[in-house]
């Protein structure tokens, strides 16, 4: 059995393990302080989850047209159920997605913005890129960012061990959720971990967008208060001006006092992830946080190695936790990773680099997909 640290989590089949080993089907760690243990109708719905949920599964995926995208059956069993923390589980259920993977389970929350794509489409399009970028069958997969989990189950299903990072209280409830509807699971290998990624270890203050958990912003340890980024968003973007980003004199996202402010954990991949080996593919999508990320996998970078990073270029994001875009596409070069974006290879030039964020904040302000692959690396598996 394996311990993952104060604020960890992990399926492999019989057991989630946190600070101390918890049998099914309770399924509920209460190591972690704010998760709903003590909720007598979510503990009692969790009862027997894993038997109803592999029903469930087999149910839907023996009533869908062989090849079908986009079935989602909602199990209406309650799941992240959070009154104390936040309304924003309010009302979510687990659903069985059944589309070209596996059928796996997913804790999809009311009036989100990714939950509802999910609930409509039967998955979420930015993870269906991950299956071509993963070159094992049994590869190792970290997910900066994780959300729901809608990337990390779909992955954990294809048979692919996970690491799945998640800062956001509420949003990690239902990624753990997610997990626990999945099991068990004899071939899940999936640790979830309830920090966010950054260049130093500490705590830090993230705001969540209404609407959008997903769209959480830190600027890291020590960094600034809501009106201090707030006043990042909308600097130098006064009505009447052409700037980058602006949408009727307002930066895109700006914080206000409608978006609601936790305290996190921050690590570093080089002290969660370098142990594991080398890494098949990394997602990284943390809203601007993305080069302080890699800055704490300096390490992790050079060895034992990361074959692809797919990473979110936000330039409107990075400035605003005052970091320079081109510095994320610098630091990978000069890692060995040759980038592409969906069109065309990214040149390791700084006319190229300046060109791509003009793009980016004309065509896209809300930021565009960027495929980093290690030009030279050795990954070997058992």
């Not at 989590?9 to 003590?38: C, F, I, K, N, Q």
């Not at 921050?266 to 969660?272: H, S």
Request: glycine share 8%.
């Amino acid at each position: 059995m394996h311990a993952y640290g104060r604020q960890g989590l992990r399926a492999d089949g019989r057991h989630l393990v946190g600070e101390r080993e918890v049998r099914l089907p309770h399924m509920v760690p209460s190591t972690l302080p704010w998760y709903p243990v003590a909720s007598s109708e979510v503990a009692c719905s969790y009862t027997n989850m894993g038997a109803m949920l592999q029903m469930l599964v087999a149910f839907t995926f023996s009533n869908s047209p062989r090849g079908a995208i986009g079935r989602t059956t909602d199990t209406h069993i309650p799941c992240a159920h959070t009154p104390h923390l936040d309304p924003v589980n309010q009302n979510a259920t687990l659903h069985v997605l059944a589309s070209e993977t596996p059928p796996y389970a997913l804790c999809l929350r009311q009036h989100q913005y990714l939950d509802n794509i999910v609930r409509k489409m039967g998955h979420w399009p930015d993870c269906d890129a991950l299956r071509r970028l993963i070159a094992h069958d049994r590869g190792v997969f970290v997910d900066v960012g994780a959300n729901i989990g809608a990337c990390s189950m779909m992955m954990a299903s294809l048979g692919h061990r996970v690491v799945s990072f998640e800062p956001t209280p509420p949003t990690f409830v239902a990624l753990a959720a997610a997990l626990a509807g999945n099991a068990p699971n004899p071939l899940w290998d999936v640790r979830l971990v309830n920090a966010g990624v950054s260049n130093a270890s500490g705590t830090a203050t993230i705001f969540s967008q209404p609407g959008n958990a997903g769209g959480s912003l830190t600027t890291g340890v020590g960094g600034a208060s809501r009106e201090q980024v707030a006043d990042l968003k909308t600097r130098s973007c006064s009505k009447g001006r052409r700037v980058p980003g602006c949408i009727n004199g307002i930066r895109a996202h700006a914080v206000t006092q409608s978006w609601a402010t936790y305290q996190i954990r921050l690590t570093t991949l080089d002290d969660e992830v370098r142990g594991l080996g080398p890494v098949d593919l990394m997602k990284l999508d943390c809203q601007g946080h993305e080069f302080r990320a890699l800055l704490g996998a300096s390490q992790l970078l050079v060895s034992p190695g990361v074959r692809v990073i797919k990473f979110e270029f936000y330039p409107i994001g990075l400035r605003q936790v005052g970091d320079e875009p081109a510095a994320i596409l610098r630091l990978l070069h000069a890692a060995g990773y040759e980038l592409h974006t969906r069109k065309s290879r990214i040149e390791p030039t700084e006319e190229a680099y300046q060109q791509l964020e003009r793009t980016v904040n004309f065509m896209s302000p809300g930021g565009t997909d960027v495929v980093a692959r290690k030009a030279r690396i050795h990954v070997r598996h058992p």
